[in-house]
């Protein structure tokens, strides 16, 4: 272990498509109200870069806009809510084929 980390499972690298999910997440959160520095926040990514997220997100209709005191607010569609789902779904699948064979045997007393 160094600096408090362990050197064996180093934390795992986002993936885009880990990205996507967490920004809809967030905006999911907020019911219809998310605000782009909220969302920011929430998704622990700039501003600026989370806005290409967002206006790819817009494109595949998996989020909508509207404004709010002049100012844009997203909400999640029904279809960003069935990527989400197929998502948590597929992660789960990704997390027992990582873990390996040896990790799902029960523990067996002798």
């Known amino acids: 272990m160094l600096n408090g980390r362990d050197e ?41 870069r989370l806005r290409n997220f967002v206006d790819r997100l817009l494109a595949l209709g998996l989020l909508t806009s509207d404004e709010l005191d002049g100012r844009p607010v997203y909400d999640i569609t029904p ?18 084929l990582e873990r390996g064979p040896r990790d799902e045997r029960p523990n067996r007393r002798r």
């Open 79 to 96: 279809r960003g809510q069935e990527f989400l789902d197929t998502y948590w779904k597929m992660r789960g699948y990704v997390e027992v």
């Open 8 to 48: 064996a499972n180093p934390p795992r690298r986002r993936e885009v498509t880990d990205l996507y999910a967490t920004v809809l997440e967030v905006v999911k959160h907020y019911h219809g109200a998310a605000r782009i520095t909220r969302v920011s926040y929430g998704a622990g990514m700039p501003v600026d």
